[in-house]
């Protein structure tokens, strides 16, 4: 009897989990998995980014004439939930290609799933090298700057300044450590007189900030890195401060420029910084003043970060459609390998040879404003100056 | 000519709880068959000897032997499969198990099928669980959860696991607490015709006198933790520092003529 | 020297606000019995209300005003979720409560970002309290010593509140017994209410007083409910003093521990629990648990083996389940493999949770370590695919075998805190030892060999392991040992004085629930093709917890239902809205409250009235009569 249930019980879940949104056979579909329950401060201004492509793309006639719809997943934060979200896509919703992710085991795992099912994926926001390099496949395209373009950028900052003894302060897992570890090489390479008098691992979501920023004013760095963010970065902030740990010392910092991050800190931002982000305040391009005002209009709110990769995803993914002619897999990629297309900060390629995209990142250094935290002295670096030569890039690569 | 062990011998057995003496030099034996009760009043440390027999709690000092052998300090696992069966002052059954069941588990175990992962238990003994809860009475429940029982009935469960690993020697505490007298009764003629069929040697703690003097062979009195009087019935119904410790309670003298006063 | 004193005084502010929380959860925990899963929540909601108060109205009173009724409006909530919630399942089977906890606290952490935004929220610094203290060249923060002042002088009031007030003594004695107070004519009701209402208060209280020091942000909750209950467990249940030295232990070795092994935060707390609970098997200040007296009228249904007719109906719908790929898509499929995978996993801790009465707090580790397995056979030694099938979950095993050992030395909640403990050290390593594991980007490309590789082979690959090891459990008990199980969990005092070895047989048990978890994860690995530390995880463990709960702990078939109908709504609910811990929540609580029994248990109280309703034979003729009267 109980077994019966169970059993009647599970056809009926699976039969609900088979029904799906109905789409019109003609449009083209593309799948798309973020962490919208587990990040929602970085997804929400991501979904308000594409979203806004999707009405740009149709109110424009579509790709190649035909409609574009988007269906999009969360992911909880967790790998295997992104797996079953990407397969409900591919199987069930019969979606073109795979966008989106921002955590780097989400993205290695859809792109892991991208290969095995022969699927198109272009990874949005997930930082790790290992993305496009030592697991990159022939499926899997990335538009934001790696790990490694973002560090490249700051040491070329970093390096010139006076500062010999350095600290690091990272979370304690894999974005952290290979973002600490590239720095230290490319740094080293361009300054073989330094020193890195100590390192803190706070566990990621979970640093006791008094005790870590004691340990690194003990050990007396002229200069940190740092490389914790969201929740981590500004307890860190505040207790250095209070502390006085940045008085007197260079600061490096990953992604603190970002409005996702900068923003929370008010007047706690603190002062000269060096830093990658995007200062939407002061960009003054054409592509940017479009994308700004229209960002502006539809949701009378100011863009994060993350709604220029949001957006830029789904243009991208569109461009390579249209250009492919088709949602064939093997022509998408075909496509995708070298394709050229405008972004809100530019034109960018993505690159043939790792499917890394040149989208850039901007560096500068923090200041208060009104209370509020901003980038000054900012300039862009295009991505394509920051990427190692072919031939490292070759090694680095597995062959497919 | 070398004299057989007695089946149960004590010695010196003490046991303090911080300043309190729960039992001091206790020393007292057993013979195969006979039936032996152990009274005092309340807080006299009877169920703290037990417990010290079974091996539920460590004499500080003092031996226990069975048979000879050294008990003292072995687990009360392993003083079972030594043959030694124990009901508690407070009934310990298991609760979620039907009655059969809570016997079956004593014949799983003393058949030694405990790690048997793919028998069917439901059979395995079944027949010999029946037999027994039949022999204390409990047959017609035998389908029942045990956390359904009343007391006496728990009681009676008791003594049935109690008797499943053919026991050599029977710990009872408080055997017949919570039953109705002419239960008690009948189940302590039960259990002295099953000590003199099988040789089972008993001791059983109870404060109705009425059954004490009638089932045991020998009684001793604990008070304060220590033995104060060993005997018959007759000579422990007469010794006057028994009396003075009962005194007020009057079971003592009139119980044998006065069946179930004390219920 | 001054750097060691500053880095001590850093350790007792962590401390102090470690504390604030844990004694809350302790108090609660003492004298109710519940293992209040949602205590983060509270202290999430805390700060939450905390920063709106101090942003509306300015200055000290402000923000102090704003602190302190936060923390009471919090407590108020708190009153309500115990009335409305907590009232109807303190009877229910042990740890429902932690289902129903756990329920609000997934409707939390989706409702703070409903009403607060999805932004961090940074609140303003204390007033009074804004800079540092110059100490020899070293800087301590003004509010730290605010913390650091404050943690005794909180323990010094509840200490005041349980020495010398009489409801203090009324709840020392229900922490003691709780049929006692019963007993004494005390409204329990109401002592348990106020005891809820405090231990809430001081979480929000902590929570609040995280302003000036933290952002304010969706996953508090998460953060520190974990770290918390590892305090109160250090310290032994139910005593403050024992929180409070275990958090100034588990922060000031923090803080020190760090200069050292700068890695070592992320496992410290786990690390000192195991020891502590190895050696002091209560907590530093707890005493034995007294043994749980069985709530009368909780007669369980005693557990039979299937008659005939229901395993021709299981039989039945075996068989039709393995007709899915007939008629259901490639989705359905992969989907219905992942269910079967968690009935599995749910299964075996049935087993062990209510087989034996042991709730592991950290299953996920066996899961996870069969997964691991699996990722190493195929990846590193290139073994085929049935060989790793069939090898893998021995890491499982072995792991079991292991932790198994220390762990059932213990019982209660202190077992499933050692399990949790064993389960996030096995986490952090495979977190960790990124040469080796892979760290948190995990190993890829484990994916199945042709033979499974289509969803219509695996599901029917998945569903027939998963038949297998339902049916090898159920056989297991009704066997010999399954009864032997059952009499440890039942009477720990009488198995004994039958001859078992208790902790031997529960061992064992640990060893196969954990081996059967372990053939669950070499699944799980093939069919998401990767491996990651998240399939050892903390989230893992606690689903396993609920689809057991869901289903009807007491229960033979509960572990199966619970994973079914969780997974498979779970698994849809995510699929359908970006709210599914608010609805996935709502619909756990509604469980607890609805069915106190679980699903299972409520069709059996179900079918036992129809039972009882027609009396057999007479069915026929009874009906009309009954209508009539
Ligand atoms: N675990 C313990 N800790 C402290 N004192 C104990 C403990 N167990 C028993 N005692 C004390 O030892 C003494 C003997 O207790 P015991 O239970 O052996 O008496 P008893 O003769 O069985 O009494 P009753 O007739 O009430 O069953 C009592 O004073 C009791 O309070
Ligand atoms: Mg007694």
Redesign the interface.
């Known amino acids: ?18 029904m799906g949104h109905s789409a019109l056979a003609d449009d083209i579909k593309i799948g798309e998995i973020n962490s ?3 990040l ?2 970085f ?2 201004p991501y979904r308000k980014g594409w979203q806004l492509a999707v009405e740009e793309i149709n109110a424009a006639g579509g790709i190649n004439g035909k409609k574009l719809v988007v269906i999009s ?4 934060g ?4 992104a ?3 990407a ?2 896509l591919v ?2 919703e019969g979606v073109a290609m795979l966008t989106g992710t921002f955590l ?2 989400i993205g ?2 859809v ?3 991208a ?2 099912k022969k699927v198109f994926f272009l990874a949005a926001e997930p930082l ?1 090298d ?1 993305v496009t390099w030592a ?1 990159g496949n022939k499926y899997t395209f990335r538009l934001r700057p790696s790990n490694y373009m973002q560090a490249a950028m700051l040491v070329e900052a970093a390096s010139k300044l006076p500062a010999k003894r350095w600290a690091t302060i990272a979370p ?3 974005y952290g ?1 290979s973002a600490v570890a590239v720095f230290k090489k490319l740094m080293s390479e361009k300054r073989p007189d330094i020193q890195w008098v ?6 990621q ?2 640093i ?5 920023v ?2 690194v ?2 050990a007396n760095p002229e200069a940190i890195l740092n490389v914790t963010f ?2 981590d970065l ?2 860190l902030v ?2 250095g401060n ?3 740990l940045f008085k007197g010392r260079e600061v490096v910092s990953f992604l603190t420029g970002e409005p996702e991050y900068l ?4 007047e ?1 931002t603190p002062e000269g910084w060096i830093v990658t982000g995007y200062p939407w305040y002061s960009i003054k391009t054409p592509e940017h003043d479009a994308f700004l005002k229209a960002y502006q209009a539809k949701y009378n709110d100011y863009p994060r970060l993350g709604s220029i990769v949001g957006y830029q995803t789904i243009k991208a993914a569109a461009a390579i459609i249209a250009k492919a002619g088709s949602t064939d897999t093997d022509k998408m990629i075909a496509a995708a390998e070298g394709i050229s297309m405008p972004s809100p900060f530019g034109e960018i390629t993505f690159r043939k040879i790792d499917h890394q995209s040149t989208l850039g990142a901007f560096v500068g250094k923090t200041a208060q404003k009104d209370g509020k935290g901003v980038m000054v002295d900012t300039s862009y670096k295009k991505g394509s100056d920051y990427l190692p030569s072919d031939a490292e890039v070759e090694k680095l690569r597995p062959k497919d | 000519m070398s004299v057989a062990p007695p089946l149960l011998a004590v010695e010196g057995l003490t046991k303090s709880y911080g300043g309190i003496h729960a039992v001091r030099g206790v020393s007292f034996s057993l013979r195969p068959g006979e039936i032996l009760a152990l009274i005092g009043p309340n807080g006299a440390g009877k169920s703290t000897c037990f417990d010290m027999l079974n091996g539920q709690n460590k004499p500080d000092s003092g031996h226990v032997r069975l048979l000879g052998e050294e008990t003292t300090g072995k687990k009360p696992r392993d003083i079972w499969r030594m043959g030694v069966g124990r009901t508690f002052q407070i009934t310990a059954t298991f609760a979620t198990m039907t009655v059969r069941e809570n016997v079956q588990v004593a014949l799983i175990s003393h058949g030694r099928q405990l790690f048997n992962l793919w028998g069917s238990a439901p059979n395995v003994d079944r027949n010999e669980a029946g037999r027994l809860l039949e022999l204390v009475g409990m047959g017609g429940y035998a389908d029942r959860p045990c956390g359904e029982l009343a007391y006496g009935d728990l009681k009676r469960l008791e003594l049935a696991v109690a008797l499943a690993n053919d026991p050599k020697l029977l710990l009872m505490d408080e055997p017949t607490a919570g039953m109705a007298p002419r239960e008690r009764v009948e189940l302590m003629r039960l259990t002295a015709q099953i000590a003199k069929e099988k040789s089972i040697g008993v001791l059983f703690t109870e404060h109705d006198m009425d059954v004490v003097f009638e089932h045991a062979d020998r009684i001793i009195v604990l008070n304060r933790g220590t033995l104060i009087a060993e005997g018959s019935p007759a000579e422990v119904r007469g010794n006057p520092q028994v009396q003075a410790i009962y005194l007020g309670e009057g079971l003592l003298y009139e119980g044998g003529h006065r069946e179930g006063a004390s219920a | 020297m001054a750097f060691y004193v500053v880095q001590f005084l850093t350790g007792l502010a962590s401390a102090a606000s470690l504390f604030l929380v844990a004694s809350g959860l302790s108090i609660i925990f003492g004298v109710t019995r519940i293992v209040n899963f949602a205590h983060g929540a509270f202290y999430m909601i805390g700060a939450y209300i905390a920063f709106t108060l101090t942003e509306r109205f300015s200055g000290a009173f402000g923000f102090w005003g704003g602190v302190v009724a936060a923390a009471l409006a919090v407590a108020l909530i708190g009153v309500l979720v115990e009335i409305v919630l907590l009232r109807r399942i303190y009877h229910a089977p042990e740890l429902f409560q932690l289902l129903g906890t756990f329920g609000l606290t997934l409707m939390v952490e989706d409702l703070v970002v409903l009403i607060w935004g999805p932004d961090d929220l940074v609140g303003r610094r204390a007033p009074g309290f804004k800079g540092a203290v110059d100490f020899f060249g070293q800087n301590i923060p003004s509010y730290d010593l605010f913390l650091i002042a404050l943690g005794p002088v909180v323990l010094g009031v509840l200490w005041l509140l349980f020495q010398r007030t009489r409801w203090g003594v009324l709840v020392r004695a229900a922490t003691q017994d709780r049929d006692m107070v019963a007993a004494l004519g005390v409204n329990q009701k109401w002592l348990f209410t106020s005891v809820f209402a405090v231990g809430v208060f001081l979480a929000a209280l902590g929570g609040a007083l995280q302003i000036p020091r933290d952002a304010v942000h969706h996953a508090m909750d998460l953060r520190i409910i974990v770290e918390v209950f590892v305090v109160v467990v250090i310290g032994g249940l139910g005593s403050i003093v024992g929180a409070f030295v275990a958090a100034v232990l588990v922060s000031e070795l923090n803080a020190f521990g760090i200069l050292i092994f700068p890695k070592i935060s992320i496992i410290l707390v786990f690390l000192v629990m195991a020891v502590v609970l190895i050696v002091r098997p209560w907590g530093l200040f707890g005493k034995p648990e007294a043994a749980a007296r069985k709530t009368p009228g909780l007669s369980v249904n005693p557990w039979r083996p299937l008659t005939l007719n229901e395993r021709l109906a299981s039989l039945a719908a075996l068989i039709i389940a393995a007709m899915l790929p007939l008629f259901a898509g490639n989705y359905a499929l992969t989907v219905g493999s992942e269910i079967a995978i968690f009935v599995i996993f749910a299964v075996s801790l049935h087993f062990l949770m209510s087989v034996g009465g042991l709730a592991s707090f950290g299953h996920a580790a066996y899961f996870g370590l069969g997964a691991y397995g699996v990722a190493f056979l195929a990846k590193m030694a290139g073994l085929p695919m049935i060989v790793c099938l069939l090898l893998g979950p021995l890491l499982g095993c072995m792991g079991a075998a292991v932790f198994g050992f220390f762990a059932v030395q213990l019982s209660g909640v202190y077992f499933a805190m050692l399990t949790l403990a064993f389960a996030q050290i096995v986490w952090s390593i495979a977190f960790q030892w990124v040469s080796v594991t892979g760290g948190d980007n995990g190993i890829l490309g484990v994916w199945p060999e042709k033979w499974a590789a289509s969803p219509s082979h695996f599901y029917w690959l998945a569903l027939g392991v998963a038949a297998l090891v339902t049916i090898a459990l159920r056989v297991m008990v009704f066997s010999p040992f399954g009864y032997a199980l059952r009499a440890t969990r039942d009477s720990l005092l009488r198995s004994e004085a039958v001859g078992i070895n208790a902790k031997r047989i529960q061992w064992t048990a640990f060893v196969i629930a954990g081996t059967t978890a372990g053939i669950g994860g070499a699944l799980f690995a093939y069919l998401k093709g990767s491996v990651f530390p998240d399939n050892l995880g903390i989230s893992l463990s606690v689903d396993a917890l609920v689809m057991v709960l869901l289903g009807g702990v007491e229960t033979v078939s509960g572990g199966v239902i619970g994973a079914i109908v969780y997974k498979a709504l779970n698994i849809w609910l995510v699929s359908q809205t970006d709210l599914s811990k608010l609805v996935l929540g709502g619909f756990i609580v509604l469980i607890v409250v609805v069915f106190p029994k679980g699903i299972v248990g409520m069709l059996e109280i179900l079918a036992q009235r129809r039972r009882k309703s027609s009396p057999p034979g007479s069915s026929l003729l009874a009906k009309p009569v009954e209508s009539a009267e």
């Open positions: 009897m109980r077994a019966r249930n169970s059993f009647v019980g599970a056809a009926f879940a699976l039969l609900a989990a088979g919208y329950s587990l929602p401060s997804t929400e997943k969360d992911d909880g967790k790998p295997a939930d797996q079953t979200a397969n409900e199987s069930s780097s085991n290695l795992a792109s892991d799933f290969n095995q790790t290992a697991k304690n897992y894999e450590q100590d390192e803190q691992w706070p566990p979501g979970k006791d900030a008094g005790p870590v004691q340990a004013a003990q969201g929740p500004v307890k505040r207790e209070t502390r006085g923003d929370p800190l008010k706690e």
